[in-house]
């Protein structure tokens, strides 16, 4: 409800207020929110504390416009911590969402001077590569490729790639997994457009983590291509004295 008497801004008040409707599901995705005149009549307040507040809201990702048509209720994008490690079935579910993965191959390939550098392993030689595209109730989520090299994992089969990579490595090593990554923004190319179901050039987040045992031995490499529209990052920063 809006309250004139506030000390917060009318305009923010609104914005909570529309916030809340989404959050509720009183408006979900896609769905075309009331117009400008009808916030203006509703609530009695001028016009343009309506247009601030839902650009505000466009800016911030919650709604997005049509030319001619009106203003919708976007994708809400997941928030993922970058702090620790969680699998992304573990994190899919803890959201309410059910997990799922399309597997695209399980192809031998040569090193390329970059994966040979980053696995350490010479040049040219046989690592496995594996393809699948991480979905959340039945959507496109994330493109993966997972490196991992063949003189580390001689048994690695198919089955074992598709369906438990992470107990694989524990059973096989004993050893305890350290990460490192890298995230950037890119855009999508042709393939990662195809498997993630966008066009091409559309935003995309883009991480690479490596994987390394114990020893510092580096054992294997997760390229993947996150929709930039329905997944973001965020990390609790404290300062430095």
Do not use: C, W
């Amino acid at each position: 409800m809006i309250q004139k008497n506030s000390p917060s801004p009318i305009y923010h008040q609104l914005e909570e207020e529309i916030k809340g409707a989404i959050q509720n599901l009183e408006l979900v995705p896609g769905e075309m929110i009331p117009s400008e005149k009808e916030y203006t009549e509703k609530y009695g307040i001028s016009r343009m504390t309506v247009r601030q507040a839902i650009s505000n809201l466009v800016n911030g990702g919650y709604l997005y416009r049509q030319r001619g048509k009106g203003t919708f209720v976007a994708q809400q994008k997941l928030e993922r911590p970058l702090q620790g490690l969680t699998s992304f079935s573990k994190d899919m579910i803890s959201r309410g969402l059910e997990p799922s993965t399309r597997f695209i191959s399980f192809t031998e390939i040569n090193a390329d001077h970059d994966l040979a550098a980053k696995l350490d392993v010479e040049a040219g030689a046989p690592i496995f590569e594996l393809e699948r595209v991480r979905l959340a109730d039945r959507l496109p989520m994330a493109y993966e490729r997972l490196f991992i090299s063949k003189n580390l994992a001689l048994d690695l089969t198919e089955e074992i790639a598709i369906t438990s990579m992470h107990d694989y490595v524990e059973k096989t090593f004993g050893l305890k997994i350290q990460h490192d990554q890298v995230i950037e923004a890119a855009i999508a190319q042709k393939k990662e457009a195809e498997m993630l179901e966008v066009v091409e050039g559309a935003p995309v987040l883009l991480i690479e983590r490596r994987s390394t045992l114990d020893t510092n031995q580096p054992l294997g490499l997760v390229r993947s291509v996150y929709r930039a529209d329905r997944y973001k990052f965020e990390i609790d920063l404290e300062r430095l004295s």
